[in-house]
């Protein structure tokens, strides 16, 4: 007969309540006039972010610049990682605005 030695780890969830900070939704409400300690409104963060993509996209430009003028310190590698960045964001910002578009039109729908 074959027994089982795999004994289960019930103990793996035990510290989680030290190491998982509180839901911030769940102290103050979700609502549109949730803004966190620092005032980062929905606004903000979405400009902070548009600004870090729009910086990741010049990005290889200005790294190719640098390469071609014979800067030793940047790699043709360090150009594609740039541009594989700048892609990966792109792509992402897109989808997110798809995301947004959709939320608002179905929020549009809705018959009060």
């Given amino acids: 007969m074959i027994e089982n030695r795999i004994t289960p780890n019930i103990n793996i969830f ?3 309540s030290t190491r998982m900070p509180i839901d911030e939704f769940s102290q103050k409400g979700f609502g549109a006039s949730n803004i966190d300690s620092e005032g980062k409104s929905f606004k903000n963060i979405l400009s902070g972010l548009v600004s870090n993509i729009n910086t990741d996209i010049n990005k290889p430009d200005q790294l190719l610049n640098e390469q071609l003028t014979g ?9 594609m990682t740039a541009v594989a960045k700048a892609d990966l964001g792109i792509s992402l910002a897109t989808q997110v605005t798809s995301k947004v578009v959709s939320a608002y039109s179905t929020i549009m729908n809705i018959s009060i």
Avoid: A, K, T
């Fill in 71 to 79: 800067n030793s310190d940047v790699d043709i590698h360090d150009v």
């Fill in 14 to 16: 035990s510290d989680l």
